[in-house]
């Protein structure tokens, strides 16, 4: 297939709000959008299922999460809106102090379970730094979240970024500061493990493959892909350069990484080529990258964070006043 790069620099007159939301839902040239949410940061595609879950964004300590409908791209907030009565797991999260019903959500992984039953972890900022747990339930008209527990941020952490289910009912999460973060691994039974040899600059997007063996995080001040090893000594880092701010990062369907982020400001004092957002593909075992886009975003999308592949569609979340998804050709 050709490298697709697409660079598209709209100009707007002035319009109201719901004029600007109504304007994203129609096609633009070959992008199209799903309006109906604000600030989709993060996006995760339930397996076996037409629906997207997305987290949204009003200020730093509170926002929805949708579900989005690949069907017929309708969109309906799941939480708080909707939301099951909470039912505590205080087994297995017991150092969660209790339910949490207002937060900003923030990057989101999934555990799959057994039927339409999924575990849902979402990094949640505001009164609490937590990654606030879920029932999801996929098998009806539409998805349904129960609050069910909590995992307290690492002491001394500046702000969990990405999560990653990790086998054996651990989970991985990336500490993003740019001026030194790193990664940390929680067990049920220890709680928070630093990753160790994992320290870097800006720590953000988070996958692990299926055998746990390897981390790969998006390593935004470094714009680039990194690997690391999990559970070898030494440790094995290797970043691979794409050529933009990393923020997500997500499996594709044919075993790839998809790498998305964005420009925002020059890295050194030369002049450089901005973008809202850029996505690529990276070979986890070649290291081969592969651009897919390069969107130079408009007063309805400003930045980009995350992307995915849904029916042979790139689609991309974002922030910063992003008033929804913006899909793209594969």
Known sequence: MPRLILSLALSLAPLGTNALIAQTCEPDGIVKFVCGTTNPEDLYQVPGTSWVIASGRYSDSEGPIYAVDTRDHSTREIFPAGALPPQHDRDTYRGCPGPNTVFQPHGLTLRQGSGSLHTLYVVGHGAR????????????????????????????????????????????????????????????TTGWIEVPGSQMRGPNGLVSSDDGRWFYVGGWSDRALVRVSRGQTPVQVDPIPVGFNVDNVRWGPDGKVIVAGHVTRCAGPDPCELAAARVAEVDPNTFAVRQLVDYKGNDFFRVGTVAIDVSGEIWIGGINGSLGIARFPR
């Open 129 to 188: 730094e937590a990654i606030e747990v879920f029932e999801l339930d996929a098998g009806g008209a539409l998805p349904t979240m129960k609050w069910i527990g909590c995992i307290p941020a690492p002491e001394g952490t500046r702000r969990i970024n990405s999560i990653t289910a990790l086998p054996g009912g651990y989970l991985g999460a990336t500490n993003f500061d740019t001026s030194g973060g790193e990664l940390w691994e929680w067990r049920p």
